[in-house]
Nanobody, 121 residues
Framework: QVQLVESGGGLVQAGGSLRLSCAAT????MGWFRQAPGKEREFVAA????????YYADSVKGRFTISRDNAKNTVYLQMNSLKPEDTAVYYC??????????????????WGQGTQVTVSS
């Protein structure tokens, strides 16, 4: 059983930064997704189990960085230059079966409980 626990959300002004953390019990492909009120959950970023490969949604490319520390079983999402449209609940997720990074949420079997990120204008 894979357990995921996110932390690090909060309220920040536009242009600011936040770092989200996801404590994971297994070394799998990990992804971050987000869901804004009234919208579908969308892909943000993914990282391979080794950390050598990453994949980003166009909307966050150049602003967000996904990384992991396998010694701590933790995946991070560094979010810089935040915009009000980044406001959402952010979820980390684990893909236990694939070896290729994907933004398809159906590929991720395990999900955390989510952490709220609010960006004020």
């Amino acid at each position: 059983q894979v357990q995921l626990v996110e932390s690090g959300g909060g309220l920040v002004q536009a242009g600011g930064s936040l770092r989200l953390s996801c404590a994971a019990t297994s070394r799998l492909i990990m992804g971050w997704f987000r869901q804004a009120p009234g919208k579908e959950r969308e892909f943000v970023a993914a990282i391979s189990w080794s950390g050598s490969s990453t994949y980003y949604a166009d909307s966050v490319k150049g602003r967000f960085t996904i990384s992991r520390d396998n010694a701590k079983n933790t995946v991070y999402l560094q979010m810089n230059s935040l915009k009000p449209e980044d406001t959402a609940v952010y979820y980390c997720a684990a893909d236990a079966h694939r070896t290729v990074l994907t933004g398809d949420l159906k590929a991720y079997e395990y999900w955390g409980q989510g952490t709220q990120v609010t960006v004020s204008s």
